[in-house]
């Protein structure tokens, strides 16, 4: 086939014409190149100035040589005595995939891929196996295939074995939950997990973000909460759940039988600041910034003269922020800082350069922008509270009934203010008293083991001994629980069990019992006896009176705990109160064994999250890892890229 074909001229330097060439046109001595014709079939390539057709061609059917042309050193002779690299720089000489020193590099790399978000194929990206081939060349770097079917299911694994763990030695566990819709169109939903641990540090772990395709009706949640609590084994912790205010949750958390159900504060605030910026005046102005800040946006020489404008004047060089209509607050931030720049805006409006493109954009008179400060510094309380409210690392339900009080309080008009604000203020305040009507008495309790609010300064004096008197009787309570087992041996030699109060027998009672047999069966088979007790006479009287009239076991424990408590919140209230600013899990774990009952309850309230803030979190993260390129992963994935990437921290 090579015999009528002319070669490539010299001036063609691709390695690839070394299997190509040129016949001569027919009516003249020149070479055809406007097709190229493979020497090794000799097919007919069309050439148009550049060899992407001819290698996609060898690449095709003629893959061998293929390879040789686009890695021209394998055609050079190989000293036996060097160590060759290969196509990606690395040592011929690999380490077993199972040497401990491959294992590591290999649990780093899906550390790094799930810490960093990072998606699956980086493995298989030139700058990432140069990087790691320059670091250790002996490294084989694992497949994409190996990553998803072992490597991240294995850490996933592990840290779920390790988060299971932690939750079984919780006191009580609080659970978040939330919806949310992935640009795939596919519905998820997250769980969080929320405890003190023994260090007393509030510990937070999203448990698990499911999809979800049916309806996400009450009866359907209410099932994934179920099953939820049944595979992270925390039905026995009294689970609390927290979400959002939407009737579909409530409906869930019944029919999940939870015993507490917690609307999400940060809801509330946001619901009601909406009704105070849905007002016609507030509404009104808010749009009119927002055509301003839009014209900014999209202006290059209105931006360009604002930035003029700023070092001009010597403002912050800021941007002007836009309002979203899902978050309240960034209306609120975007008044703010209109008002910080508004002396640069009004000279750059006024310029010439800016009134060409846009005469009947005008900035805001002196009214609007007295207006604007007002609602600002009427907002400002809220966004304050809302923030507050976000965090994840300090208790937040002991600070809503505070909270509620002081915002409440703070709404009441004013003498001299303008009948906007006033407006506003009625909107919020009258949104904000019709919540938690059914939740304060845990919302006074729970700010009751808070040591910066005990005082309860918001309750009249008969309503704070109440919320006291009630905790003294849980506290008393949960001492008893699970109930101490008392034990004998009959005459034959068998443990028998019975529990000082048989009316609160339960699981960890029977539980209880089990353990006692099997410690009875051991001292037996080792010839020993149990420990002596007290021999109880047999007496038929006792047994028909000894209940009503022998004042029994039980009951003195009971008087005993319930005394032991009152004593212990008599001290409590007696204490100096934390300052705000303090964190009372660091007071109640320097005085835990102070207050041995009261810490308890301590632990089972101050674990409540006040938002449902933790999963709504998931989603920015699962934005990052469902993203336009990586729009085909599994939702099992999904799970365990967010699973890890959020308590790969706490291992």
Known sequence: MAANLNPAPACFKADVWEHFGFKKKKESNDLDKSVAVCKLCGTNVKYSGNTTNLRSHLKRHHLEKFKLTEDPKQHRPRDPKQTTLDIDGGCSHKFPSASPRSQKITES???????????????????????????????????????????????????????????????????????????????????????????????????????????????????????????????????????????NMTIAAEEAAFTLHVKCYAHTLNLAAQRALKITAVARLLGRVRRIVSFFRRSTTASHMLKEKQRLLRLPEHKLMTDVVTRWNSAHDMLERFL????????????????????DLCTLTESDVTTAEEVVSALKPMKEATQYMSK?????????????????????????????????????????????????????????????????????E?????????????????????????????????????????????????????????????????????PPRNPRPSCPLAALLGER???????????????????????YKEADLLEVKEDPLVWWKEHQ????????????????????????????????IITAQRSALLPEHVDQLIFLNKNLKTM
């Open 109 to 247: 790399i899906a550390y790094f891929i799930c810490q960093d978000l990072r998606p699956y194929s980086v493995v298989e990206n030139p700058g990432f196996r140069r990087m790691v081939n320059a670091m250790e060349p002996r490294y084989p770097i694992p497949t994409r295939e190996h990553l998803t079917k072992v490597c991240i299911p294995g850490l996933y694994s592990q840290t779920r074995a390790h988060v299971k763990a932690s939750l079984a030695s919780a006191e009580r566990v609080a659970l978040t939950c939330d919806g949310w819709t992935s640009r795939t169109t596919e519905a998820y939903v997250t769980i969080t997990a929320h405890f003190i641990n023994e260090e007393w540090e509030l510990v937070t772990y999203v448990l698990q973000t499911r999809d979800m395709p049916e309806s996400h009706t009450g009866h359907n949640l209410a099932e994934h909460l179920t099953k939820a609590v049944a595979e992270w084994g925390i039905k026995e912790k009294d689970p609390v759940i927290v979400t959002d205010n939407a009737s």
């Open 340 to 359: 910080e720049q508004q002396p640069a805006i009004c000279a750059t409006l006024l310029s010439s350069e800016v009134r060409k493109t846009e005469k």
């Open 392 to 460: 994840e690392k300090t208790p937040t339900l002991s600070v809503v009934a505070p909270l509620q009080d002081t915002l409440i309080n703070g709404l009441k008009p004013i003498e001299g203010e303008s009948a906007v604000i006033k407006e506003m203020k009625a909107a919020m305040a009258g949104d904000l008293q019709k919540r938690y009507i059914d939740l304060k008495a845990t919302l006074h309790a729970c700010s009751a083991m808070d040591p910066r609010f005990k005082s309860l300064p918001f309750l009249t």
């Open 462 to 530: 008969d309503e704070r001994q109440e919320v006291y008197d009630g905790l003294i009787v849980e506290a008393a309570r949960l001492s008893m629980q699970p109930s101490e087992i008392l034990w004998s041996v009959d005459e034959e030699g068998t443990a028998n069990a019975r529990a000082d109060d048989e009316g609160m027998a339960s699981k960890e009672d029977e539980d209880a019992v089990d353990e006692g047999e099997q410690f009875m069966e051991g001292v037996r088979s080792q010839g020993q006896h149990p």
């Open 549 to 571: 009239y022998g004042g029994g076991a039980a009951q003195t424990k009971k008087n005993t705990q319930e005394d032991e408590a009152k004593e212990q919140m008599t001290r």
């Open 593 to 624: 064994y102070q207050y041995p009952l009261l810490s308890q309850l301590a632990k089972r309230y101050l674990c409540i999250p006040g938002t449902s803030v933790s999963s709504e979190r998931v989603f920015s993260t699962a934005g990052d």
